[in-house]
């Protein structure tokens, strides 16, 4: 009942059964295995399946120099959609029926380059009630949170710039993008019966349960939005006037230019 695989792409650092089919992570390759089941090919490049007595059929590598590196921590999947980092090549990537794809392109490829480097361990959570996955990168050593902004006092105009030993953000299928940071560090988490947990330390924290907006294990930091108006880069701007139009709830507390005068 075993099954070698190319010691090349390195250890196999995680597996996950679905339906009857296999998928298994190594360090630097995905591949893919029949359950009870094996592929037979003719002369002429066709395959039909069959049954067999074998526990793990065939192997069949994913396209793409991709693996899970060391971080199997950072694997969750909805649906027929798996998510994991690979941080030997500073990407994050989606397995789904169309192959693997790289979701950190997505406008943060520099960010996953830079942050997974440092990172010392990947928590991937799936977000069952924004349908999100949820990556936070944690590390050994503090650094700016990747220039958000907000200050101690709730929205006074006092600017701190927060250093954190993590990087909490999520990506929406939706949008194909990153969608939001977070100001939450769990040591782990996930979805059950429609309903998204996060561990803090030892105690387990139900989100969206209650109507303390912004607060993550009884810590309340205000929402930001960073906003950059530069439509045309080769022209020179002069702004006589700002004008914002929204609900009470947002304010502007910094803004920048950087003309001389």
């Known amino acids: 009942i075993s099954k070698s695989l190319d010691p090349h792409y390195g ?14 992570f190594q360090e630097n390759k995905v591949s893919r295995a029949l359950i009870d089941k094996d592929a037979i090919y003719s ?4 395959g039909a399946v069959t049954s067999t ?24 999947f909805f649906g027929f959609r798996k998510y994991f980092t690979d941080k030997d090549r500073g990407v994050v990537l989606r397995l ?3 192959g693997i ?10 960010f996953f380059r830079d942050e997974l480097k440092s990172a010392n361990k990947a928590y991937g959570m799936f977000d069952i009630h924004t349908k999100s996955y949820v990556l936070s990168l944690q590390s050994s050593t503090a650094s700016d949170y990747n220039k958000q902004t907000y200050s101690s006092d709730s929205f006074s105009s006092t600017v701190t710039l927060p250093k954190t030993d993590y990087k909490t953000l999520s990506f929406d299928d939706k949008v194909n993008g990153w969608s939001s940071f977070y100001t939450y560090k769990p040591r782990f988490g996930g979805s059950l019966s429609n309903k998204f947990y996060t561990w803090n330390s030892s105690k387990l924290y139900e989100h969206y ?3 303390n907006k912004n607060t993550f294990y009884e810590v309340f930091n205000p929402s930001t939005i960073t906003i950059v108006s530069n439509q045309n880069p080769s022209l020179v701007k002069y702004y006589k006037s700002v004008n914002y139009e929204g609900t009470k709830n947002w304010k502007v507390i910094e803004l920048k230019s950087p003309a001389d005068d």
């Open 43 to 46: 002369a002429e490049g066709g």
């Open 11 to 24: 250890s196999i650092q995680k597996m996950y059964a679905e339906d009857s089919n296999l998928t298994i």
């Open 53 to 76: 007595n074998l526990v793990i059929g065939q192997v069949t590598p994913y396209a793409g120099e991709y693996g899970i590196s060391k971080n199997p921590e950072s694997f969750d």
């Open 209 to 211: 349960s209650n109507n």
């Open 101 to 110: 794809t790289e979701i950190s392109s997505y406008g943060m490829r520099s």
């Open 96 to 98: 789904s029926r169309d």
